[in-house]
């Protein structure tokens, strides 16, 4: 899949934080699509200096983040560029991640990279849980859900193994739906995991609420 970059600031002049590597942006926002399981960024420079330099160090500030050099060292002139990998799975919102370069000069031998990330959040669901106090009546209480793409996103239904509640769900509208669930009695402790069944992008994922008699 194509990755989308609206790349911040590519038409303005090159930072150059007093190294001889200049870099073309050092900022990039990054858009995902529905279903994106990972994005890649790409950082581009020019060694502006009159000797080699070399890229000794990548450190990602995340887990999720890996990086690489096109090459190591670059002569006087030449260009380069470090590519990272972000692995979406899990994540969704407004993110921001940086990575740090560390070269073999002298001085002035270290740089941050920084990604701000859009990821959109195919199924949104509000309340995540639920609960009952003991001795309650065991009204009906509601998981709202809200589909990012009814063309990219399904909700196709619902498992959980309890018998201690009754669930089911509701069509609201185009791409709104409710999960409704009420335990079968209140007199005794009670939990139960449901999980939403969906498929975003032509893969099948699975979304979990909670509920529980206290």
């Given at each position: 899949?194509r990755?989308?970059l609206?790349?911040?600031?590519?038409?303005?002049?090159?930072?150059?934080?007093?190294?001889?590597?200049?870099?073309?942006?050092?900022?990039?926002?990054?858009?995902?699509?529905?279903?994106?399981?990972?994005?890649?960024?790409t950082f581009?420079?020019?060694?502006?200096?009159?000797?080699?330099?070399?890229?000794?160090?990548?450190?990602?500030?995340?887990?999720?983040?890996?990086?690489?050099?096109?090459?190591?060292?670059?002569?006087?002139?030449?260009?380069?560029?470090?590519?990272?990998?972000?692995?979406?799975?899990?994540?969704?919102?407004?993110?921001?991640r940086?990575?740090a370069?560390?070269?073999?000069?002298?001085?002035?031998?270290?740089?941050?990279?920084?990604?701000?990330?859009?990821?959109?959040?195919p199924?949104?669901?509000?309340?995540r849980?639920?609960?009952?106090?003991?001795?309650?009546?065991?009204?009906?209480?509601?998981?709202?859900?809200?589909?990012a793409?009814?063309e990219?996103?399904?909700?196709?239904?619902?498992e959980?193994?309890?018998?201690?509640?009754?669930?089911?769900?509701?069509?609201?509208?185009?791409?709104?739906?409710?999960?409704?669930?009420?335990?079968?009695?209140?007199?005794?402790?009670?939990?139960?995991?449901?999980?939403?069944?969906?498929?975003?992008?032509?893969?099948?994922?699975a979304?979990?609420?909670?509920?529980?008699?206290?």
């Amino acid at each position: 899949m194509r990755i989308g970059l609206i790349l911040a600031g590519m038409l303005s002049a090159a930072a150059a934080f007093g190294s001889s590597l200049q870099w073309r942006t050092t900022d990039l926002d990054l858009s995902a699509a529905i279903g994106e399981e990972s994005l890649t960024a790409t950082f581009s420079f020019r060694n502006a200096g009159a000797r080699p330099v070399r890229i000794v160090a990548l450190d990602p500030s995340c887990h999720c983040m890996s990086a690489e050099p096109d090459k190591t060292v670059y002569a006087p002139g030449e260009s380069g560029e470090v590519s990272v990998t972000l692995t979406l799975t899990g994540y969704s919102g407004k993110l921001r991640r940086s990575l740090a370069v560390t070269t073999d000069e002298p001085k002035d031998n270290y740089a941050r990279l920084t990604m701000t990330l859009d990821i959109p959040e195919p199924v949104a669901i509000a309340p995540r849980f639920q609960f009952w106090k003991a001795g309650d009546r065991p009204d009906e209480k509601r998981f709202e859900i809200a589909l990012a793409d009814t063309e990219k996103v399904k909700l196709e239904g619902f498992e959980y193994e309890s018998a201690d509640f009754r669930v089911r769900l509701e069509t609201e509208g185009p791409g709104k739906q409710r999960l409704l669930v009420r335990p079968v009695a209140t007199g005794k402790p009670a939990d139960a995991t449901i999980y939403l069944k969906a498929v975003v992008a032509g893969r099948e994922k699975a979304y979990r609420v909670y509920v529980s008699v206290k």
